[in-house]
Structures are given as C-alpha cells and as structure tokens.
C-alpha cells in the first residue's frame, strides 16, 4: 500500500460494524492504524485527517445512516483522502444507506475509492428467532479482509476512481425513532451499570433501579447484549412485531456486496 496510516472511523454500539472495518485495515496491511471509534464520542472534536487512508463504516439503520453518526462523523474533514466506505446491515437491505454515507463524506473531503455492504447479527436477532446471528463469520471476515487487499491493489495501481453503488437518490424517507426502548427486570438486575457504561446516546440513569429515557433510545440493542443477567429485554410489542418478519423474510444467509 502506498499510503501507511490507515484511520477506521466508525459507530458500532454491537461490535459488528468494528469487526468489518478492523478486518479491511488487515487487508490493507498498514503500518499503523489509527482509531477513531464514534460509538463512545459524545462531544467529538474537529479533526482534519492529513494523510492515509479512511475506513468509515456505519450500521444501517431503516435503510439509512444513524443520524447519531452523521452527527459524530461531522467532526472528520480531509482532503481528497482515499477512502473506504461499509454499511453493515442485518441481512434485510442497506437501501440508500451506502449512498447517503458516500454523498456526506464527499462533502467532508474524503474521496470514496469503494464501498462495501457487509452482514452483521441484526440488532434485534434473539436465540429463538436469530437473524444472521454470530455474523460477521469467518467467511465474512475472510471476504472483508479481501476486499481491503483488493483495494490497496487498486490505489497502487493509481486508480482513485469512486465506483457506482447500489442505492438511490433522493434517499428513502427518515424513520422517526423514539419513545420505544428495552427494559431491565429488577428481579434479576444487579445494578451492576453495564447497560448504562455501553449505551452510546446515554439514555440509561443507574439510582435504586435502572432508569432509560425512552424517546432518546436508538433502539441498538447495546444494553442487552452487555447485560450479565439477560435482566435487560427488549421485548416490547413493536419490536416483537419486527422481529418476527425478520426472522421469517431474512433468515436466508446474504453475502456481502462490494463496489471497487
Ligand atoms: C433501529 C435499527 C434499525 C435497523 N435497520 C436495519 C435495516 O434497515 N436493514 C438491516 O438489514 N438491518 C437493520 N438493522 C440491523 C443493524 O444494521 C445490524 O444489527 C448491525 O449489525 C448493527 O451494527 P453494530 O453491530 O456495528 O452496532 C437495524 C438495527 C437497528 C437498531
């Protein structure tokens, strides 16, 4: 590769988005690798990134980049740095997602060279009804770790080229969330505040009980899955609802997509 720093900039409250970027980086073989995790990021400072190569990646989320990291990945500007773009979705579609997320980092000065599409366990995947669950696989990271090989040899070769993705302009409308959020059965929570320490828009309050400001939840599912008890569900009607057409339309393994 003839850049020698690669800088990942993600948001991924469940580690799948993480895991794909961290893959690519190794592909890319880099000599250094520079994180900057958005997850966590709450009042992120302006950054110019000067030289490398970028590695964004982002969950979809309703076929669309979270509004969370449009506003955390506001702060990243650069110059005409060559970068890698990854929607990771949980095997129903990633829609405009990779679109939108090319349109705004062009703005910012990063020059997409390819984009990927990978698979993540959806965030609503449950050991009875599991959507693409354990993924990314080794299959997954295999491809992913190939599609960052594939691209070094693309800008070796001088071709800076952004490629055609899927997608559409004007994007899908916006889902509004909000006001639906998980809940914590005080039988068996230990107020141990794992659920508050991962929440990454900080709607979790620990006192003598767990309390989530609903109408601010992003729906990730990163409480649950942190929870040592399985006190934390998310098990309201809505997502009941959703759960289930997942599991019955998108049980069917995707393989990723990518854009060179
Ligand atoms: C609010 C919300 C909306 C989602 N919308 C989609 C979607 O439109 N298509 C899809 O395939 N997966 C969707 N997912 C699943 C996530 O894209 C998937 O779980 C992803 O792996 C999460 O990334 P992370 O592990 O980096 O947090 C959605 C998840 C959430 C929480």
């Known amino acids: 590769m003839s850049d020698n720093r690669v800088h990942l900039i993600y948001f ?21 690798t520079c994180d900057h995790n958005l997850t966590f990021a709450f009042d992120a400072q302006k950054q110019h990134l000067a030289d490398g190569i970028a590695v964004i990646g982002i969950p979809v989320y309703a076929g669309r980049v979270p509004v969370d990291c449009l506003e955390r990945l506001s702060a990243y500007t650069a110059t005409d740095m060559p970068t890698i773009l990854v929607a990771l979705y949980g095997n129903r579609e990633f829609e405009d997602a990779l679109v939108e997320l090319r349109d705004v980092v062009t703005t910012q000065g990063f020059k997409v060279v390819a984009a990927g599409a990978f698979i993540g366990e959806h965030s609503y995947s449950t050991p009875e009804r599991p959507i ?46 909000g006001g639906v959020a998980p809940e914590t059965n005080p039988a068996t929570c230990i107020l141990c505040g794992r659920c508050a320490a991962v929440c990454p828009v900080r709607v979790i309050k620990l006192a003598d009980q ?44 995707k393989a990723p997509k990518l854009f060179l």
Do not use: W
Request: proline share 7%.
């Open 12 to 32: 991924s409250p469940t580690g799948t988005t993480r895991t794909t970027v961290n893959a690519i980086a190794k592909g890319l073989a880099p000599e250094q």
């Open 132 to 177: 693409a669950a354990d993924r990314p696989d080794a299959e997954d990271v295999q491809a992913a770790i190939e599609f960052g090989r594939q691209v070094a040899a693309k800008l070796a070769g001088g071709n800076h080229d952004t490629p055609a993705m899927d997608g559409n302009v004007p994007y899908k409308e916006r889902v509004q969330f």
């Open 210 to 253: 767990v309390d989530t400001q609903a109408d601010n939840c992003i729906m990730c599912t990163a409480c649950v899955r942190a929870c040592p008890t399985g006190a934390r569900v998310f098990n309201h009607p809505l997502i009941e609802e959703r759960r289930a057409m997942l599991f019955k339309n998108c049980s069917t393994p």
